[in-house]
């Protein structure tokens, strides 16, 4: 394991499980679920904005899912609405 490795892993395990928290974070077939603490981006997010602990980041890291689910949500609706406008050009084509 290389130090950035480590100091990932040493910040992930600071956001991890609270005690007590055991067990919720797996669904309904028991299967562990991935866990933003288990992600070494969140702790390259950290460093990169200067945050030391976890809950400072979260404003910003809140603000920047939010934006990223908006420009998804348009990219999704121009897919559909392309989708939408070719389905009714060729059935406008269609003889009846």
Known sequence: MTAE???????????GSVDGDEGENEDESGDEC???????????????????????ALPELLRSLKTAWTLMSARE????????????????????
């Open 77 to 96: 609706r121009h897919i559909y609405d392309e989708r939408a406008r070719l389905l009714s050009k060729h059935r406008d084509k269609e003889p009846l």
């Open 5 to 15: 490795e480590s100091d990932i892993s040493s910040e992930s395990s600071y956001v």
């Open 34 to 56: 991935p866990s933003i603490a288990d992600d070494p981006g969140f702790g390259l997010f950290l460093r990169e904005k200067r945050f030391e602990h976890p809950q400072e």
